[in-house]
């Protein structure tokens, strides 16, 4: 609803700012560092069937409460960690946030003060027609966490701009913070500016203090490096990103921070147009105006989304970067409809199809992994998490990783129907990547194309600002290439 559904190592479907955690933090995380609301009280309802409960009431307090706070607890002493960091998400004083806001509160009495901390981050807007920041709305949610029972240690005000010395002393007096803990996440060039940011406020000097750590001072001479590269190019290309989700960017957020990634280590901006892919399903062919933007493209990124709305506007796209040679990456479905498209254009199986799409095609090219036809529940039921692939020789896919057996993470439940495999490859596709069994195609490519890649997976999810994805390096590496070939071409 609010983005993608980013996919952890062991498979866990989870928020997609779990996805941000892991690529500022550059550490896997599992299923269980996303803790829902819907988890705790299925795990209250089976203890309370097994009898755990018996002759009493089950009560948000202490039963949910306690499942929130065992969660945390489970999830830190797994880790061995020195600080866990963990965040209640939503707005305060929602309803559903309350349980976690109670168990974080009871936390502080059974840790103690020294050991824990309350961040609290709160909206400030600035007002454009006086230019006055405006901290009534912080005020009104450190007020509401109160009466909840809850005391902020720190408050960070989030504002377009950092918070003059006069909102800082208001802040301080009316959230009953030393000025010193008050900080401003203000809006930066590049996201992974914020940590420098804020530590050059004096934030992490405070949080050891505050929490009694002996820390050394932060070295962020790599992490200034990450930045560097993020901000300063040399070049530029312009990638068409064709989905059915694009009114929503966050939906594909992972998939645009690989590419900036990538971006990055080539001194490379990555302008990205986004094209609807539902405005592309028309009968009288491609219109002409998404024709001239294709044509201004150095590359095409055909993204994942499940479903029938939106597939034939991807297979149009697809079609067109086959034949004109333009770089492609196909991610997920984006690999299927790759498939489908070659199987009808190409192979000349005019009906071909995936049966997501049409149950009962003469050719399903793409078809139900086995295992999916004997499950009977939607949610968590996929293919998920990470896989071996193993690599051919010899092909695009395997230069650009440079070793046999590679892990990307998947969510799929359809696969390329192996009747097909052999048809498919005699007209020049080429299956570079297998799993370990055999039983499955994960990575496509073609022959006589400067870069036509699709996998299955999600490569985008293990993406790093400081170490990009080698398929996504490949791809933006390919696209700067090809817009030189075409200034080339034009000025001759």
């Known amino acids: 609803m609010h983005g993608e559904v980013f996919v952890t190592e062991d498979g866990g479907e989870v928020d997609l700012d779990l996805g941000h955690y892991e690529r500022f933090l550059d550490i896997e995380l599992s299923r269980d560092n996303n803790i829902t609301t819907g988890q705790v009280y299925m795990a209250v309802v089976e203890a309370e069937r097994k009898g755990k409960y018996l002759g009493k009431c089950v009560q948000i307090i202490p039963h949910v409460t306690d499942e929130v706070k065992r969660r945390i607890r489970s999830v830190a ?19 559903e946030g309350l349980p976690f806001l109670e168990a974080i509160r009871q936390m502080r009495l059974e840790e103690g003060f020294s050991n824990t901390l309350f961040v609290h981050v709160a909206l ?18 450190v007020q509401e966490l109160r009466r909840i029972g809850i005391q902020p240690d720190i ?12 909102s800082k002393k208001k802040i301080a007096l009316y959230s009953n913070v030393p000025e010193e ?12 500016e914020l940590p420098i940011v804020l530590d050059e406020q004096g934030m992490g000097d405070y949080i050891c203090k505050r929490l009694m750590l002996n820390a050394s001072k932060a070295n962020w001479s790599s992490w200034r490096e990450i930045v560097r590269r993020h901000k300063f190019f040399r070049y530029e290309v312009d990638v068409c990103m064709c989905g059915k989700y694009t009114k929503l960017k966050d939906s ?3 998939i645009i921070e690989a590419l900036k990634h990538a971006g990055a280590f080539l001194e490379t901006k990555v302008n990205m147009i986004w094209l609807e892919a539902t405005q592309l399903e028309c009968d009288k062919g491609m219109p002409e105006e998404y024709q001239k ?3 201004y493209c150095d590359g ?18 697809i079609e067109y970067a086959r034949k004109n040679k333009i770089p492609f990456l196909g991610i997920c479905f984006g690999m299927q409809l790759a498939v489908v498209e070659f199987a009808r254009n190409v192979v000349g199986l005019k009906d071909a199809n995936t049966t997501e799409l049409d149950p009962s095609t003469n050719h399903p090219v793409v078809d139900l992994l ?11 039921t996929m293919r998920l998490g990470a896989q071996a692939t193993v690599l051919e020789p010899g092909t695009k896919v395997y230069e650009l990783y440079g070793r046999p057996i590679i892990f990307e993470r998947h969510r799929h439940r359809y696969e390329v129907n192996p009747a097909y495999w052999s048809l498919l490859q005699s007209y020049g596709m080429i299956f570079s990547g297998y799993s370990v069994d055999k039983r499955r195609v994960e990575f496509i490519e073609l022959k006589d194309h400067p870069f036509f890649i699709a996998t299955q997976a999600h490569p985008e999810f293990k993406s790093r600002p400081n170490r990009p994805s080698p398929l996504y390096y490949g791809f933006l590496k390919a696209c700067l290439e090809y817009k030189l070939k075409k200034s080339m071409a034009s000025n001759s």
């Open 300 to 317: 095409i990124v055909v993204l994942p989304g499940f479903g029938a709305r939106g597939a034939q506007g991807k297979m149009t796209v």
């Open 293 to 295: 933007t294709l044509s």
């Open 77 to 95: 002493q797994r880790s061995n960690v020195d600080v866990t960091l963990v965040e209640c998400g939503g707005t305060t004083g929602d309803i």
């Open 181 to 192: 803990a008050v900080f401003t996440s203000y809006d930066v060039e590049c996201i992974y």
């Open 252 to 254: 594909y957020i992972s």
């Open 155 to 166: 408050i960070v005000a989030r504002c377009k701009q950092q918070l003059d010395e006069d």
């Open 124 to 141: 400030v807007p600035i007002l454009e027609v006086t230019g006055e920041f405006k901290t009534k709305p912080l005020q009104h949610s």
């Open 370 to 380: 086995p295992e999916q036809h004997y499950v009977k529940e939607m949610g968590g």
